[in-house]
């Protein structure tokens, strides 16, 4: 008994050590992206929920709330082509309102206002819709349902719908890329959020103390699992973005004693 205490200790210490460690070889915590914009492109934009952006919480992409979690109400709901199996969860997006009369004007009345928006949701198809009458989320058209108040920015809400130019932008993010985590001791379900550059998720390996790389399975919107006996380690994280394959190294981003129904923040990202 003595001596397994005594072994959990030391086990923890090492820990400790180790992220002290991380934190002195990644003091500048980011790693550079070469994500490109995208060229600009012709969609459409309707809205969802209202204005206080309550119906975008808890979307496909499985970010929860969307304040506490650093998305704000800058959010889209994506058509299926744009989601693509929730890859397409936390990419980011230039829009502009462009030909039509309830279009906002842009500063000093010139051009249109353009904002950049987070995928966070999916715009699921309605077959019962024509695809040009109702339906704007089927396939294989590209759709933004924005919420309310990023609507609002873009053009009068009474429009409905307006047509847009959009083109994938790199992301901004404050902070390091956020894991919240699900499961069990046997089951681990983590929630990958905040994610810079690409914004978006290829693959993700995870590793506890006392194993190597195990790599997680996409389960649905930006949430990945593994099914293995990470309990009381220490668990790093390496993430792959899915637009550019670069891939960056969080150490330590939990300690050993990590519970379910938390929210960890690392100390890097990609910008
Ligand atoms: C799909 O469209 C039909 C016809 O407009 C509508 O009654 C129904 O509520 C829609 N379904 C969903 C899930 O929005």
Redesign the pocket.
């Known amino acids: 008994m003595a001596s397994h205490l005594q072994k959990s200790w030391r086990l923890s210490l090492f820990c400790s050590l180790m992220v002290l460690l991380g934190m002195v070889r990644l003091s500048t915590g980011y790693a550079t992206t070469h994500f490109k914009p995208s060229r600009w492109n012709s969609a459409h934009a309707t809205f969802y929920g209202d204005d206080s952006a309550s119906e975008t919480m808890g979307g496909a992409c499985g970010y929860g709330n969307l304040f506490n979690n650093g998305y704000g109400t800058n959010t889209a709901a994506l058509s299926t082509v744009l989601f693509n199996n929730g890859y397409g969860c936390g990419s980011c997006y230039q829009i502009m309102c462009v030909g039509s009369k309830w279009c906002n004007k842009g500063r000093y009345g010139h051009g249109s206002t353009s904002i950049t928006v987070t995928a966070t949701n999916l715009c699921?198809p309605?077959w019962?819709?024509d695809s040009n009458a109702?339906?704007w989320c089927n396939p294989p058209r590209v759709h933004f349902d924005l919420s309310m108040p990023a609507f609002k920015q873009l053009a009068f809400w009474k429009a409905g719908i307006v047509p847009v130019q959009y083109r994938r932008v790199p992301c901004a993010r404050k902070g390091g890329i956020r894991f919240s985590f699900q499961g069990n001791n046997y089951w681990l379900l983590a929630s990958i959020m905040n994610v810079g550059g690409g914004g978006d998720i290829a693959r993700i390996w995870v590793k506890g103390t006392r194993t190597g790389w195990i790599s997680m399975s996409h389960n649905w919107g930006a949430s990945y699992q593994a099914f293995s006996q990470l309990g009381g380690q220490c668990l790093s994280f390496k993430i792959q973005s899915y637009s550019t394959r670069e891939t960056i190294v969080a150490y330590d981003v939990v300690p050993a004693y990590w519970s379910v129904g938390m929210t960890y923040q690392a100390r890097v990202n990609f910008r």
């Open positions: 699921p309605n019962s819709q109702g339906g």
